[in-house]
């Protein structure tokens, strides 16, 4: 029912993803209908506010979800071939070798008791069955390609040596160092200063253009994902509400809630005007309702809004049948922009089978 | 800062020790109990028990011993024993790596079945293995070791004769007979500790497990066994190696009772035999030097844990 | 989660209880006296007349080990009592005091916490020399710079706690401020260290007893019938298990009690 | 001791049953634990013993223990057997050896001029042969040929002087061995000759000859000690063991038959017990009563009366024992038989005064029941002496010794029924032998008494004046007669003296004489050839391995 752009199968097929968090007073849904695609190559950027899923959803491809959460529905394919809910002995497979990932905070990201050559060649040597010798040459080859300097004596040293930015660098290099296809970033730069960011964003971008690696960039500041992304995705309490390329998303933005994050993106055009944030804060699990989400932060919202939920509708789109996509296909039809909104559902947009 | 600090614990230390010995000293010459009587016996004459008072120079003022003493063991000379004569560091010395060796085997044994249990404890938490090892924990706690230590002399010594329960055989003599002579005392002595490392293990692990750097090293695709054995429990341990080292002393005053339990030749009995002759300037030389031991451990591993801390845990 | 660790103070509870039980009884019957001799049924296995079979004089171990209770919870008591009262003056001084005071005394605390237990209480007791009596003071002193260190703690924390600033600010006098608004937050830590401290008090005595320095015949202590039982080890084993076991237990009871408090306490704050 | 006197002149025959060298109350030496059995027992004639004693014709004999010598075959010898004791010893140097469980072990390494056989009996050693004049000043000892010290030296009179001269303190003044003040002069007219003047006669002065020879001037006594017995020292570690080796030169042909014993300190009486069961250990000497009857007949062993007497000892100069009826109500209240079945497992010998019936030749009998078991004999006379509604005594116990505890519990008992309660109160070792021995500070203790083979020597204990009369007992009659004893040639009325000694501490009741504890030994089933002792010894010459 949906086109694809490519012929190829998409390298990571997120379909109708549930994911519940088990505690003493019931289930809730921390992610519901999650779509998404990411291509060979591609660079797809997650972005929403803290608490609104993106990070679960990251854990959720590699199966690191915390004990108290699991995949209740929907399935992830990776490379055509479905990747299991939970075992970790499936998960080990990929993790490292075929999807590595790197995280917000690189200083505790880091095992603070082993070496840094003890902690960048381990994967080498299991995935890769490299030799202790094979693999430390590697690992400072890697080092070297991602700006490090005297990469040899790092290997020695231990975390709390070294500063934030060479962390992330080291923690960039070790998730490269078995050619993975798809890099998932987790907020890789908010815990660093700006010049740092920025620093890391290109290299970022270098591997992206050198090695083909496709990137899931998760992130809160939309300004980085702009900077990074081919397509972008924007999540709200456990859903994804907008998705499109990143002109599209930027250009016309048709969600209030990526509308209301554009406002906040500080540019030097807007230097010295008053940001404009969302008012309000992220719907906890327990204060979700039936209706659209957000609801109660939305400046348009109505009657209906807080009643049911909205459709997703498809506003544009390079596959762009009319009337194409059930809730699963819609919004991860790659080059899609789609919206999960009552507002674009009346303003004309492709409905929702369902509205 | 850290500096004035170490050298003010262990100004503090030292004040302790002599506090300790001073206790020691004056206290034993004033309950009752002569020396000199205990050496020789009921047939002795009251003659003979005066030489040998004079002999023994217990028949001096306390102060004037006191002097005496303190000014000896401030070069190291902690006189002779009344007892056997003989110097008491050279009786100390020949006692000493019994146990030692008997408390390092202990400490060896808690490691080697603590962090194991510990582990798994943390792994399955809430599971039924971990419900059982926290009771078999809570039994082991509650255990004390000399009765532990009868129950395996019974076991193991007299219905298995599998060890031997009285023939202390020096490391430097058999390396294997001694070790099969300090198995059961160290076993013993080890089950109260395995079950302390196990409960603090286990919490410590449960701590580290939220940390992110687990998360980090599973996204790498590591084997479970990895994760916890090599990324989890290095950093687990360092507050672990901390209990471990400030119940070295609860180790060494254990195998103070186990070695009556099993007789062996260490610094208990000598310590309880020395006690019962009034033995004095073994009583001191032995409190001084136990007290020593296990202060200075606590002082390393108190200074240890101040100074590792900033260093290997981030924040 | 939460029924887990409320097992624990439950089974501490309900040990705790039936062994109080076992010693109030014990007040009023024993099935035999504890030292009442029969030289010809001597070592008897446990059976229907002698539920834990007899020892070397053909006491009844049961009724022996029903006075040991006595015994063993007036040591615990008793040197809990002196613990605390011991631990309450240092603690409240330096936490109250501060300053040198809290410097002196915490250092005084530190040097003796550093001295391992079971070597000071042999100390102790040699010189104070072996009885029952003697041997609850010894381990009583024991316990001061636990008692003192968390009654400290309590002091350093809720002195500064608003409620108690507002008392102050009030006029309120010291005591009634130790008393009425100190004392009451630092309770329920007082019980836990008691509850602890209990348990270790019963393994100090049965320790000392058993090397023959504790509570001396013909008062029944289990420390004491441990020490007796090994000479007949292999020929009565059954009597070298009771007083084990029951120290066992008692100690299990204590701690389980006192782990069962905390873990209730620490999920309140 | 005393030290002065008056002595008759003594015939040879004295010696049969005269034995000095080692004496010492029970408790002896020992400090620490010990057997659930004895304190320190002394070993016995036992009637079971296996070794032959040869016909002791007091002078002449060839050798002291020679029954196991001539038998020796070539299949005995070899081996060696780890002995347990249960303390440390005092001195390695002979001389200053006081306590009992030392002399026991330096009964292997060293000889005197004389030596006890397994009887008791005083047998030339050193001296091939000796005379005593008339006058019974003079003994004349001949040394015999072929004697050598351990560093193969012979020994020669020089040495026995020399020995015994340190003994008599002639250096400074100060006798070593009270024994020995009656010493005038040691001449030594030739290589082979002694001849040992008294000042005064002194019937138990022959038992004294037993003490060791030493090389003459050897100052390492107390670190290597040489002697002249059938074993030599080796090696001693302190609170460990003390290793003795076999001594080839030894003059008893075809004795010693080990190479080698050692003397294992195991001061608890339970980790000695399961190391000889264990098998670590070979003999296992004064071994509990109780642990004996659980052995079994996998170990070999021997028990028999010793010279080893318990007593409830009353101070008789404190209230309320100043009270001859409250001495004798409590022993009408105490019932001997129940202790003996109850603690010593009827391993005992019920007594009735200060001496072991093993003294046969001394003994009174018929002061056993003196005060047969009658509680309500007891009461009415506590109530004469003014204790109508009951008394409250104190029972002061070693409590290293687990038998005299477990005594003084089944003697409270049967004192309660009485009316008496008492309270048991434990001491240390230590403070036992200051406070209560030495310092009298006591109402009532437990302890037992043995060693000798002198009458005298143990009876002296009671003597008004004696140092150690811990009793506080005073009676100038006892003093009397005590004191015409030693000096009494007639050996008949000699006997009768001190069987009226006892009669008059009996009717004293001045403490409460229990049993006379038997002495146990066990051994491995395959080790031959034990003797037990009358006195605190181990002689392991004649033990050897059944092949």
């Known amino acids: ?93 990929i993790r490292g070798r075929e999807i590595a990932m790197i995280f917000q905070d690189p200083m505790s990201s880091l095992n603070p008791a082993l070496t840094i050559g003890e902690q960048a060649t381990e994967m080498t040597r299991l995935h890769l069955k490299l030799t202790k010798r094979e693999a430390r040459e590697h690992a400072v080859s890697l080092f070297r390609k991602v700006g490090l300097p005297r990469p040899e004596a790092l290997l020695k040293e231990y975390p709390h040596q070294l500063s934030g930015g060479m962390l992330q660098r080291v923690m960039i290099a070790i998730a490269l160092s078995c050619a993975p296809k798809l890099l998932i970033a987790d907020e890789p730069t908010t815990a660093l200063d700006v010049t740092i960011q920025a620093q890391i964003l290109e290299l970022l971008k270098t591997i992206r253009e050198e090695d083909g690696t496709a990137i899931l960039l998760v992130s809160h500041d939309l300004g980085v994902i702009a900077d990074m992304c081919d397509r972008i995705a924007v999540m709200y309490a456990g859903q994804v509400v907008e998705v499109g390329t990143a002109e599209e998303l930027f250009d016309s933005p048709r969600h209030p809630y990526t509308q209301g994050l554009l406002q906040a993106v500080p540019t030097p055009a807007k230097k010295r005007e008053k940001l404009l944030s969302i008012p309000g804060t992220v719907p906890a699990l327990h204060e979700r309702g039936a209706g659209c989400r957000f609801h109660s932060r939305c400046a348009y919202a109505t009657e209906r809004c807080l009643l049911s939920a909205p459709p997703v509708v498809r506003v544009s789109g390079a596959g762009g049948g009319a009337g194409a996509g059930t809730g699963a296909g819609a919004l991860a039809a790659t080059g899609a922009h789609a919206v999960r909104c009552w507002l674009a559902a009346e303003e004309g947009g492709l409905p929702h089978a369902a509205g | ?91 100390i010395g020949a006692r000493l790596p019994v146990t030692f060796s008997l408390a390092l085997l202990a400490l060896a044994i808690t490691v080697l079945v603590a962090v194991p249990l510990g582990i798994a404890a943390a792994r399955r938490r809430g ?169 200075f451990v606590n002082f390393v591993v108190d200074l240890s844990y101040a100074w590792l801390n900033p260093k290997i845990r981030l924040r | 989660m939460n029924s887990g660790k409320k097992i624990t103070l439950w089974i501490g ?137 968390v009654i400290r703690g309590g002091f350093l924390q809720t002195k500064e706690a608003d409620f108690v600033k507002a008392a102050r600010g009030m006029g309120a006098g010291h005591a009634a401020l130790i008393f009425r608004h100190i004392v009451p937050h630092i309770l329920s830590s007082v019980i836990v260290t008691a509850s602890l401290c209990f348990s270790a008090a019963i393994l100090v005595e049965a320790a000392l007893s058993y090397l023959g320095l504790g509570v001396q015949p013909p008062d029944p202590s289990w420390g004491r019938m441990l020490n007796e039982s090994q000479a007949y080890m292999s020929k009565a084993p059954w009597y070298a298990l009771a007083p084990g076991l029951f120290i066992t237990l008692t100690v299990l009871g204590f701690n389980l009690l006192g782990d069962g408090i905390r873990d209730l306490r620490d999920r309140r704050a | 001791m005393r030290k002065s006197f008056k002595l008759y002149p003594s015939a040879a025959k004295l010696l049969a049953v005269l034995f000095a060298a080692t004496a010492f109350l029970s408790a002896c030496g020992g400090n620490n634990a010990n057997n659930n059995g004895a304190a320190s027992p002394s070993g016995s004639n036992s009637p079971s013993a296996p070794a032959s004693e040869s016909a002791s014709a007091s002078g002449e004999s060839a050798s002291p223990s020679s029954g196991a010598a001539t038998d020796s075959a070539g299949g005995k010898d070899g081996g060696q057997v780890v002995v347990v004791i249960p303390q440390d010893i005092d001195y390695l140097d002979p001389h200053l050896a006081v306590a009992a469980g030392t002399s026991e072990v330096l009964f292997n390494i060293f000889e005197g001029l004389l030596k006890p056989n397994s009887k008791g009996e005083l047998q030339p050693a050193i001296a091939e042969s000796y005379e005593i004049s008339p006058d019974g000043l003079t003994y004349t000892f001949k040394l015999r040929d072929g004697v050598k010290f351990h560093n193969g030296n012979p020994v020669t009179s020089a040495d026995v002087k020399y020995s015994y001269d340190r003994l008599a303190g002639k250096d400074t003044g100060k006798p070593l061995l009270s024994s020995f003040a009656s010493v005038d002069t040691i001449e030594t007219p030739d290589d082979k000759t002694v001849v040992i003047k008294l000042k005064e006669n002194n019937t138990s002065f022959l038992t004294a000859l037993t003490s060791a020879v030493i090389p003459k001037d050897y100052q390492d006594s107390n670190k290597k000690p040489i002697g002249t017995g059938p074993f030599k020292f080796k090696e001693y570690a302190a609170g460990q063991k003390i290793v003795l080796e076999k001594n080839p030169d030894y003059y008893v042909k075809g004795l010693p038959h080990l190479d080698q014993v050692e003397f294992r300190i195991i001061t608890d009486a339970e980790a000695a017990y399961l190391a000889f069961k264990s098998g670590e250990i070979d003999l296992y000497p004064r071994i509990g009563t109780e642990k004996l009857a659980e052995l079994g007949d996998e170990f070999g062993q ?29 022993n009408y209240a105490i019932d001997k038989d129940e202790i003996i079945q109850g603690v010593a497992l009827g391993q005992g010998l019920k007594v009735g005064s200060h001496l072991s019936s093993v003294l046969k030749q001394y003994y009174q009998e ?61 001491v240390e070792w230590a403070v036992w032998l200051d406070r209560i021995y030495k310092g009298r500070d006591y109402e009532s203790t437990i302890i037992a008494f043995d060693g000798k083979l002198n009458p005298y020597d143990i009876l002296n204990k009671f003597l008004s004046d004696a140092p150690n009369d811990f009793f506080n007992y005073k009676n100038p009659e006892y003093d009397k007669t005590l004191k015409s004893a030693l000096t009494e040639v007639d050996e008949t009325k000699r006997a009768d003296l001190y069987k009226k000694a006892q009669t008059i501490l009996a009717q004293d009741a001045a403490a409460v004489f229990i049993q006379d504890i038997y002495a146990s030994v066990a051994y491995k089933k395959n080790l031959a050839g034990y003797q037990l002792y009358p006195i605190y010894v181990q002689d392991l010459s004649t033990l050897y391995w059944e092949k």
């Open chain 4, 302 to 330: 021997q028990s028999g009366p010793q010279n080893l007497v318990q007593e409830l000892v009353l101070n008789n100069a404190k209230k309320p024992f100043d009270d001859i009826r409250v001495r004798q109500a409590i």
């Open chain 4, 366 to 426: 018929g002061l056993e029941d003196l005060y047969k078991t009658d509680v309500e004999k007891a009461k009415s006379l506590l109530a004469e002496a003014g204790y109508k509604d009951g008394l409250n005594i104190t029972i002061s116990v070693p409590s290293v010794y687990p038998f005299h505890v477990n005594t003084a519990q089944v003697i409270a008992q049967q004192l309660e029924k009485a009316g008496i309660k008492a309270k048991i109160e434990s």
């Open chain 2, 127 to 295: 599971k039924a293995l971990d419900l059982i090892i926290s009771a078999v924990t809570q039994i082991g706690l509650a255990i004390p070791s000399f009765w532990s230590g009868i129950v395996l002399v019974l076991v193991f010594g007299v219905m298995l004769k599998w060890f031997s329960v009285s023939h202390y055989v020096p490391w430097s003599e058999n390396a294997w007979l001694s070790l099969r002579s300090l198995l059961l005392p160290a076993v013993a002595l080890s089950i109260p500790q395995i079950a302390i490392v196990v409960r603090y293990l286990r919490t410590t692990m449960l701590e580290q497990l939220h940390l992110e750097y687990v998360r980090t090293a599973r996204s790498k695709g590591l084997r479970p066994s990895t994760v916890y054995y090599k990324h989890v429990l290095k950093n687990a341990l360092i507050p672990v190696v901390t209990v471990v080292g400030m119940n070295f002393g609860e180790i060494l005053a254990g195998s103070l009772v186990i070695e009556q339990v099993f007789t062996l030749p260490g610094l208990g009995r000598l310590l309880i035999t020395a006690i019962g002759n009034r033995d004095y300037p073994l009583v001191q030389g032995l409190v001084l030097l136990v007290a020593s031991i296990v202060i």
């Open chain 3, 13 to 149: 509870l309900t040990l705790v209880a039936l062994l109080f039980v076992l010693m109030a009884v014990s007040l009023f019957y024993v099935p035999y006296g504890a030292n009442e001799m029969n030289i010809a049924g001597r070592l008897q296995a446990p059976g229907a007349a002698h539920w834990l079979g007899t020892d070397n004089f053909g006491r009844d171990i049961l009724s022996r080990i029903m006075e040991g209770t006595q015994t063993a919870f007036s040591v615990g008591f008793f040197s809990v009592c002196i613990g605390l009262a011991g631990g309450f003056l240092l603690g409240a001084a330096a936490g109250y005091l501060g300053r040198w005071a809290d410097e002196l005394l915490m250092r005084a605390v530190d040097a003796l916490m550093a001295f391992p237990g079971i070597l000071l209480a042999l100390i102790l007791v040699t010189i104070f020399k072996p009885s029952l009596g003697q041997t609850i003071i010894a381990i009583g002193i024991l316990f001061i710079p636990s008692f003192a260190r």
């Open chain 2, 1 to 91: 800062m850290n500096l004035a600090y170490a050298a003010r614990r262990f100004v503090t230390l030292l004040l302790t020790v002599f506090f300790v010995i001073l206790v020691t000293f004056f206290a034993f010459r004033i309950i009752p109990g002569n020396p000199a009587l205990a050496i020789l016996g009921t047939e002795a004459t009251p003659e003979q028990i005066q030489e040998l008072e004079a002999k023994l120079g217990t028949d001096l003022p306390l102060g004037e011993q006191f002097l005496h003493w303190i000014g000896g063991a401030a070069a190291f000379d902690f006189g002779d024993s009344l007892r056997y004569s003989e110097p008491v560091l050279d009786l």
């Open chain 1, 1 to 93: 029912m949906l086109s694809a752009p490519t012929e190829a199968p998409p390298l990571l097929d997120i379909r109708d993803l549930r994911v519940e968090l088990t505690t003493a007073r019931g289930r809730w849904p921390v992610l519901e209908g999650i779509d998404l695609r990411v291509e060979p190559g591609e660079t797809v950027g997650i972005v929403g506010e803290s608490g609104c899923g993106k990070s679960v959803l990251s854990l959720s491809l590699l199966g690191l979800l915390p004990p108290a959460m699991r995949i209740s529905e929907g399935e992830i394919r990776y490379e055509a071939g479905r990747l299991p809910r939970e075992g970790e002995e499936a998960f080990r497979r």
